[in-house]
């Protein structure tokens, strides 16, 4: 048996009880003093998460944790520790999934460098923003606070 998929899909994401699969993470955008970045698909539907520019020159000492945009009637919640955000800041990629809500979880791809690809400044918004955004960099997956590839 051979399974085709289009190109950035895959079968059975992390956790994911949907059938549609999943699409890698769609974009970076610049928004008011921050950056809004927009999760892979599942499900049909993606979420957006924003990161304040200072929580990425000065980490807040727990870390960062907010819910996503709602879209299918739902939310879910993204941690990142200081590593992480300091590892952003670095102009690292850093790959984190969300919680699991409704059976499934989303994944991002959080860099500053797929911001700066979609030519927009700085910008601010608090977790909750919408819309999709440009590219996305490329990079590793985080295996836990401080490890990154």
């Known amino acids: ?21 999943t699409q890698t993470p769609s974009g970076t955008t610049a928004s008011g003093n921050g ?4 999760s892979d698909v ?49 102009g690292q990629t850093v790959t984190k999934d969300t919680s699991n809500v ?11 460098a797929a911001a700066a690809s979609t030519g927009g400044g700085a910008g601010s918004t608090a977790a909750g923003g919408s819309g999709a955004g440009g590219t996305t960099g490329t990079g590793g997956r985080t295996t836990g606070p401080g490890t990154y590839p």
Request: proline fraction near 4%; hydrophobic fraction near 40%; charge should be negative.
């Open 35 to 38: 950056l809004r970045f927009t």
């Open 102 to 112: 409704q059976a499934h979880m989303h994944t991002f791809q959080f860099s500053l």
């Open 42 to 90: 599942v499900g049909g539907h993606s979420h957006d998460f924003s990161i304040a520019m200072t929580d990425l020159s000065s980490p807040p000492s727990a870390g960062l944790s907010g819910s996503t945009t709602v879209a299918s009637s739902h939310t879910h919640t993204v941690s990142l520790s200081v590593d992480e955000l300091t590892a952003i800041e670095s």
């Open 1 to 21: 048996m051979l399974l085709i998929l289009p190109a950035g899909w895959a079968a059975g994401a992390c956790g994911s009880g949907s059938s549609y699969g």
